[in-house]
């Protein structure tokens, strides 16, 4: 009788299934014996089983047809012989001394140990240059960094994390029903892999006298064949194994501990879904299925977790659910003097807090137009559930994703007198944009550039000190001035050095006459991105009669407030594309086209100064927001040569340049070599300082008496108030912390 029998269930894995019998075959614990079962195998998997079995009597071959992978464990587990059960997938392998290490932990003077479980590797083959690859699991991260036993309801911290049923052993005896339930436990006997493995985990960790822990990482998962469970194909299977194992945890007398961290276990799957599977949240039988998930939590027990569930889950969860909505009844604006653009694409980490706080508006007479480029996430739904409260929402989708297309849709719907287009990812204050449209009206402007401040103020007045418009005293500002000064009105051709760079500077800091655009049919370029439409912005800019500066001094409150996020797994983003970005779009291809623009209509020497100063900009934009060594070599090697020999810095000089840091940057990258890395150590330490600077921000607030009299206060009504208090209490604090 061997001491441990391993299952391996085997279909069509020839690339990795001999490292993995290798594995096995060169234990040093050497009293198993090995099952490996053919689940219809067709390729020369079964050649393989076999040679291995001819060699070593301890691995047996058993063919059969193809049942799934549930199934065929649960006959490996019929067919054991040995005392402890293991399960090793046949495109992963092991370490040589797992079984040995493992088998250590059986003995305990506090009860029985009914499972033996060890931490694991994430696992990546070499490809594309790279060796191969290892990354720790949370599950190593989050526990114990020693030998432990526990029960579940002592340590519920495991039930958090994956499954990783095959990192551990399992008293035979105790999964044919020598555990808490007298319960037979076996997998779901489903076809295909069928995520099989986590009614099997709940079912063993629930029902589990004694767990031994050890923090030793022995199993290596394979992360990289494209055939293996991790790369869902089917969006049911995750949403039908959190219902099998809600059906039996409703069995089960378990702590609330416990239920908290089944929760985090459904929030985990749910945001996989449709984030690093790329399935969309507008699909109503997704959505349904989302909803059955959400609706059969305890809506108290979700915010008594706040502490443990990331901030983007908590808030996914309040934005479907419509708990953080704050939709104010509102009516349509008959006559809007302002329309608002907003461009969304999959916005959904910040869309609820960007509508809520324009929803929020009082007094302006604005409407906002929500134009959606076909977005893959619940963006849409959301934005139809603002305006179905708040009728000065409109929602436009569009199917087409190109910036002409869009603008066009946009200013079809557009009513107002004046029209801004606002990144849907920033938020704008209502004086700000009164005192905007105030201004534009006053100053009667086809454009009006937003600021607060000009740094170019004496080559604007002196401008219009040439024109006798305007006395030097005009421009000299009191201290307790609501508003800054009105610089116009002037044509592009009348500040030429300024007009381009101005139109990048600003971003979208504009606001457009809506009848002189219409009237002049003016057009978004082909490359313009929506967080500035530069192209739209140039050309705009060239036609108007009227341009002014206005000078909005007090009350500047635009914020960006979104979510940058990054791949968990740089290795996994070798694998497949995983939707997530820390880098911003750029608009140097923008600019660039704007330049063949400009020479194609013979305007690139009346405004060379001014283009040129809004190329420097966007290269070094640019490249200042790549961060992988892979991103930054690819934007230099497309753009560096083109841009250099356009600003021909050797002869302009730095004086032709308005923002000297730019400049004295552009050079040393221009250089190449050592100069190159000597900007690459400054930048890096320039985050540095900004990082520090925050760390030290923070921990002053951590000393200061308030905080420390506030984390006590808190602390002693946690212990006096009942949970529905204090789950009150977390869900107005997050919805605090959004708006």
């Known amino acids: 009788m061997p001491k441990v029998s391993i299952i391996v269930p085997i279909y069509n894995v020839e690339t990795y299934l001999g490292q993995c019998l290798d594995s096995i075959r060169n234990q040093t614990f050497q009293d198993w014996e090995c099952l490996m079962f053919s689940d219809g195998s067709k390729d ?23 049942e799934g992978y549930g199934a065929t464990c649960n006959r490996g587990i019929e067919m054991a012989q040995g005392e402890w059960v293991s399960i090793v997938e046949p495109d992963d392998f092991i370490s040589p001394d797992m079984y040995e290490r493992l088998l250590s932990s059986a003995a305990s ?30 599950l190593s991260n989050m526990m114990p960094a020693r030998r432990t036993e526990f029960s579940l309801e002592e340590f519920p911290e495991i039930f958090y994390h994956h499954p990783s049923i095959w990192s551990a052993i399992y008293r035979k005896d105790f999964l044919n029903g020598d555990n808490k339930s007298s319960m037979k436990i076996r997998f779901e006997p489903i076809p295909g892999a069928g995520w099989t493995d986590n009614p099997f985990f709940a079912q063993t960790m629930v029902l589990a006298d004694r767990i031994a822990w050890l923090p030793g990482r022995y199993y290596y998962y394979r992360q990289t064949n494209p055939g293996a469970s991790v790369f869902v194909k089917d969006y049911h299977l995750p949403f039908d194994r959190l219902r099998d194992m809600r059906e039996f945890l409703a069995t089960q007398d378990i702590s609330q501990e416990v239920m908290r961290a089944f929760y985090s276990r459904e929030f985990d799957y749910v945001t996989s879904v449709i984030g690093e599977y790329g399935f969309d949240d507008k699909n109503d039988e997704i959505r349904d299925l989302i909803r059955e998930v959400f609706e059969s939590m305890d809506r108290k027990e979700v915010f008594l977790m706040a502490e443990r569930l ?41 869309i609820v807090d960007a509508l809520e706080s324009y929803s929020a508006y009082k007094e302006l007479p604005v409407e906002f137009i929500v134009v959606d480029a076909g977005s893959q996430d619940s963006t849409v739904t959301v934005a139809q559930e603002f305006a179905a409260k708040d009728r000065r929402f409109t929602v436009v ?86 508003r800054g000064p009105i610089y116009g009105p002037f044509t592009a051709a009348e500040i030429p050095d300024l007009v381009l760079a101005s139109n990048r500077d600003y971003s979208w800091h504009k606001i457009y006459r809506t009848a002189f655009l219409r009237e002049h049919a003016i057009q978004a370029g082909q490359y313009d991105i929506y967080d500035n439409l530069l192209e739209f912005g140039a ?22 407030i979104q979510r940058k996020q990054i791949p968990q797994s740089f290795w996994l983003a070798l694998e497949k594309p995983i939707p997530y970005t820390s880098e911003p779009d750029t608009d140097i291809d923008s600019v660039l086209a704007l330049g063949s623009w400009l020479k194609d209509q013979g305007l690139h020497d009346v405004y060379e100064k001014s283009y040129l100063n809004a190329l420097l900009s966007s290269f070094m934009f640019g490249l ?15 753009y560096l040569e083109t841009t250099a020999e356009a600003l021909d810095v050797r002869n302009h000089g730095a004086r032709y340049f308005y923002d000297f840091n730019a400049f004295n940057d552009f050079q040393k990258i221009s250089r190449g070599g050592r100069s190159l890395n000597l900007w690459l150590e400054e ?11 925050r760390d030290k921000e923070i921990a002053d607030i951590h000393r200061s008496a308030r905080f420390m009299f506030g984390e006590k206060a808190i602390t002693f009504f946690k212990k006096v108030s009942p949970n529905s208090l204090i789950a009150r209490a977390q869900e107005q604090a997050r919805k605090l912390k959004r708006g």
């Open 683 to 693: 930048r890096a330490l320039r985050d540095e300082d900004i990082i520090f600077a």
């Open 397 to 482: 989708q569009s199917e087409n994703t190109t910036a002409p297309e869009l603008v066009d849709a946009a200013l079809s719907a557009v009513r107002g007198d004046y029209v801004m287009f606002i990144p849907s990812h920033f938020t704008v204050g209502e004086s700000f944009l009164r005192a905007a449209l105030a201004g534009v009206r006053r100053s009667r402007a086809d454009i009006g550039l937003l600021d607060a401040g000009n740094i170019h103020c004496d080559y604007l007045i002196e401008k219009m000190l040439a024109k006798g418009i305007a006395s030097s005293e005009d421009f000299v500002d009191a201290p307790d001035n609501k």
């Open 539 to 560: 050309r705009a800019l060239l036609a108007a009669g009227n341009i002014s500066f206005l000078d909005i001094k007090t009350g500047w409150d635009a914020r960006d």
């Open 624 to 638: 200042s927001t790549r961060y992988s060594p892979d991103a930054m070599n690819d934007f230099l090697d497309k």
């Open 109 to 138: 003077k506090q009860g029985t140990i009914d499972i033996i479980k060890g931490s694991y590797w994430l696992y990546y083959d070499g490809r594309d240059g790279y060796a191969d690859a290892l990354q720790s699991p949370n």
């Open 310 to 350: 990331r901030p983007e889950f908590l808030d996914y969860y309040m934005d479907f659910m419509g708990d953080s909505y704050d939709i104010r009844e509102h009516s349509a604006t008959e006559h809007p003097a302002l329309s608002v653009v907003l461009f969304t694409h999959d916005a959904r980490s910040w």
């Open 44 to 66: 020369d998997s079964i050649s393989i089983m076999k040679s291995f079995a001819e060699s070593d009597p301890r691995f047996k071959v058993i063919e059969k047809q193809n």
